[in-house]
């Protein structure tokens, strides 16, 4: 490995110089113990220190906080391996009998596929004796035999047995016997035209030749081959001996079966199961084709949702769960996919899964999924917009207003007024827009400028949504023409929005200072008609019935006046002298 180059770090020990004398150190498995020797550094010896250090190499791992962490992330690890194990079981024992319903005969193969799947150190342990020096004098020779046997495996025990009959020459009659006895043991075949009946009656013909074997005393010389032919006829005392390599009772039930009742039916499974722990009632019921206890005691058992919400709906689809309402109206399939979507719903990322979930819920889904989307976080706007796609697809129109809502007071409370007017839009919220709009006329007085003019500029339709909404528009376009030099367009507008009554009265000011420039064009820009409408609306302003806010700064077409002492009569002169003006050229 490369050397990394930099210094590294210095640990100083209290009360060391490390200039008089040297320390010594020994390696542990997560620190290093350091002393104090009795050697100096310039040579010769002296007395040494009764002290002795530890320094640790990784501190965080004392850290309260940390080994809390530490302790909880080792709980899910150790629970999401155990809890998998668990489930998978469960799930493989229904698939056997509740969706491929395998029937009397081909019943047992498929439940010894289903005990190899989850019994396959065997084959591991079978590996580490095959490949000693001498395999059929390993310690776990016979331990690997014999669990071929109890798994049904015939062929592999029979090719293992051979490394010993090798070594027994005198033997090998024995060992041939027991060969036969293995090879010609009858497992019933659905794809074959062999009847479930002719099956029967060639098994019980095999066993009554492996009861001669054990009558006759054929392995009473080797204990090993007579406790495999005692298994082969369901001896439980002998399998009993063996319980440590079949590990558990549903192992031992479907060796039993394999060896006494092959062509047990699916209905008669309980009979022969036996109950101790809680994973062993939920298979027990699966035994007993009680498919409700199954999903009952999953439900207790198993710390979420998911496996007895995807069972459910895998048996209804199968037409195999006799669905019956619950008390509050919803049928059990429902029930408990309803449950597991809204666990999914409080997590970070997962939510967005759960919404399918929802949607196939004809009953309650709609109502969970209305309340549960509001409750989400909505971090930014990018998932906002995911938020909002999803209930525009379902059309959930309140949903999107309320969403909109939330967004549009959360971009103001950060005065971000183009991203809050363009939510209060898409909310079709005109008191909203209104407040908002009021927001950007107040800016625009004391800046002398709009902010986000793409948005204003671009409001088409939408600004009809309010009275105040319009007018930050047209006030806009007013300032957009005036900027063209369409100076008549400019004014018609700017007079229509006081005539019209859309500006706000407190707004009136402005836009009579915003007239200023333009009377004072060279060109005729007000015709006289115009010119007397601006006039009565000066004097509606002045006359008391409504006083512009004196704290507001004027803004003429962007640039402040001071509003300390405005010349209204100044203005009032001016409208007049341009009325008589426009009076005398009318009448020449």
């Known amino acids: 490995m490369e050397e990394v180059d930099v210094e590294p770090t210095t640990t100083p020990i209290p009360g060391f110089d490390s200039n008089q004398k040297h320390l010594g150190f020994v390696w542990g498995p997560g620190d290093i113990l350091v002393y104090e020797t009795i050697y100096k550094a310039s040579g010769g010896s002296a007395g040494g220190c009764p002290f002795v250090h530890e320094v640790r190499k990784d501190e965080d791992i004392y850290s309260p906080i940390l080994r809390k962490l530490f302790n909880e992330s080792h709980h899910i690890f150790s ?56 395999p059929a004098e390993h310690q776990a020779y016979w331990d690997v035999v014999i669990s071929y046997v109890l798994q049904g495996r015939m062929d592999e025990a029979r090719q293992v047995l051979v490394k010993q009959a090798t070594l027994q020459p005198a033997a090998r009659a024995m060992f041939k016997l027991l060969d036969n006895l293995l090879m010609k043991m009858p497992i019933f075949n659905p794809g074959e035209t062999q009847t479930l009946t002719e099956f029967d009656v060639k098994w019980r013909h095999w066993r009554e030749e492996v009861d001669r074997c054990l009558q006759d ?24 001996e063996h319980k440590e390599l079949l590990s558990t009772w549903y192992h031992f039930l479907v060796t039993r079966l394999l060896f006494s009742h092959p062509t047990v039916k699916p209905t008669e499974l309980h009979y022969y199961a036996q109950v101790l722990k809680p994973l062993d009632s939920i298979l027990l019921a699966a035994f007993e084709f009680d498919i409700h206890q199954v999903i009952k005691d999953c439900s207790i058992a198993l710390n979420n949702w998911w496996f007895v919400g995807h069972l459910t709906d895998l048996l209804d689809h199968c037409k195999l769960l006799q669905s019956h309402n619950l008390h509050f109206g919803s049928n059990l399939r429902e029930f408990l996919l309803l449950e597991y979507a809204s666990g999914l719903f409080t997590h970070h990322s997962l939510w967005q899964l759960a919404v399918d979930y929802f949607d196939h819920c004809p009953e309650f889904g709609r109502v969970y999924l209305e309340l549960q989307i509001e409750r989400v976080p909505l971090d930014t706007e990018r998932k906002a917009l995911k938020v909002i796609r999803i209930c525009e697809q379902r059309q959930m129109t309140e949903q999107v207003r309320s969403i909109c809502k939330i967004m549009a007071k959360k971009a103001l409370r950060n005065n971000r007024l183009g991203s809050a007017l363009s939510w209060s839009i898409r909310a079709k919220d005109a008191a909203f827009a209104t407040l908002i709009s009021e927001r950007f006329l107040q ?146």
């Open 443 to 588: 800016d625009y007085c004391a800046k002398g400028t709009f902010s986000d003019l793409d948005l204003i500029d671009n409001l088409g339709p939408a600004m009809l949504l309010s009275d105040r909404l319009t007018f930050l528009g047209k006030y806009r376009e007013f300032h957009r023409l005036y900027g063209e030099k369409r100076f008549s367009d400019a004014a018609k507008l700017l007079l229509s929005l006081m005539t019209a009554k859309i500006a706000p009265r407190s707004f009136w000011m402005t836009l009579l200072t915003d007239a200023l420039p333009l009377l004072e064009q060279k060109e005729v820009i007000f015709s006289a008609d115009q010119t007397h409408e601006l006039m009565f609306c000066l004097e509606e302003l002045t006359s008391g019935k409504s006083v512009p806010n004196p704290d507001r700064p004027m803004q003429v077409l962007g640039y402040p006046l001071s509003n300390v002492c405005f010349p209204f009569n100044l203005l009032i002169h001016c409208f007049i002298i341009c009325s008589n003006l426009y009076s005398c050229l009318a009448r020449g």
């Open 217 to 240: 005393q054929s392995f009473a010389s080797n204990p090993h081959l007579e406790d495999i032919c005692k298994i082969l006829v369901g001896d439980e005392d002998v399998l009993l």
């Open 79 to 134: 629970e999401l391996y155990h809890n998998d194990f668990l489930v998978e079981l469960i799930w493989n024992l229904c698939e056997v009998l509740f969706i491929d319903a395998a029937p009397a005969g081909s019943l047992v193969l498929h439940l010894l596929d289903w005990v190899r799947l989850h019994k396959a150190d065997v084959d591991e342990k079978a590996r580490e004796v095959l490949a000693s020096e001498s």
